[in-house]
């Protein structure tokens, strides 16, 4: 099993949906969490940090659930532009930097 | 203030070729790492640095030297290039531990080994 899990996709979500999708990690020593964007063919870049109480930042909510293993990520009123794999990151406690394989998402107009 | 930068964009080698990618930040970063990414694979660590002259290996090593003689550059060596190493290379760099764990990467050097 994979430490770090992530639906492929792709999500084909109109314009203006609500799209959600989970990543679940295998390590109970994994201590940080984050959530990263990359566009097709350019680097991955920080979308967000996870927090325990779950964090939102504008349109993105990003949820940790430690008993379950899981952090989620929600996009509310879905942007043309939000097309892109979204990487869930897993550090652990000896420090090592674990990436998810990515969820794909695409828009439709 | 560059970020993290990445030569050459392209490259294409021929088999039994060797050459070096070349990694630089100007953030005054601690770690450094050198990730390939290959379709359906996500991103795999091939070697990381946690500061100047200490460098250690990630997930796939084979194939692959780094060094680390200042903060700021961390470059790839391909020894003997083959098929295989094709691929998309990415750099990272971040503070140490007990800092912000955000990476900044470069923007990536897409090898061709034929």
């Known amino acids: 099993r994979k430490e770090v899990e992530q639906d492929p996709g792709p999500f084909n979500v109109p314009e203006g949906a609500t799209v959600a999708f989970n990543c679940t990690y295998s390590?109970?020593?994994?201590?940080?969490f984050f959530w990263y964007r990359q566009d097709c063919r350019k680097e991955p870049k920080l979308l967000m940090s996870v927090y325990s109480s779950g964090n939102e930042d504008g349109r993105f909510t990003a949820q940790l659930n430690r008993a379950s293993q899981y952090i989620s990520l929600l996009i509310r009123d879905s942007k043309l532009s939000d097309s892109a794999t979204y990487l869930c990151?897993?550090?652990?406690?000896?420090?090592?930097?674990?990436f998810g394989k990515g969820t794909r998402l695409h828009i439709l107009p | 203030n560059a970020g993290v930068t990445q030569t050459p964009k392209f490259q294409v080698l021929k088999t039994g070729q060797s050459m070096t990618l070349q990694c630089a930040q100007d953030m005054n970063h601690e770690y450094m790492s050198w990730y390939r990414q290959d379709p359906g694979m996500g991103l795999r660590l091939i070697h990381y640095?946690?500061?100047?002259?200490?460098?250690d290996q990630g997930e796939v090593p084979n194939g692959y030297n780094v060094s680390r003689s200042t903060t700021e550059d961390f470059p790839l060596r391909l020894l003997s290039a083959a098929p295989s190493q094709t691929s998309v290379y990415f750099c990272a760099s971040r503070f140490g531990a007990l800092s912000s764990y955000e990476q900044y990467f470069g923007p990536g050097t897409r090898l061709t080994v034929t």
């Open positions: 990151v897993v550090k652990r406690r000896d420090d090592k930097i674990i």
């Open positions: 640095s946690v500061g100047a002259g200490i460098t």
């Open positions: 390590n109970s020593a994994s201590q940080s």
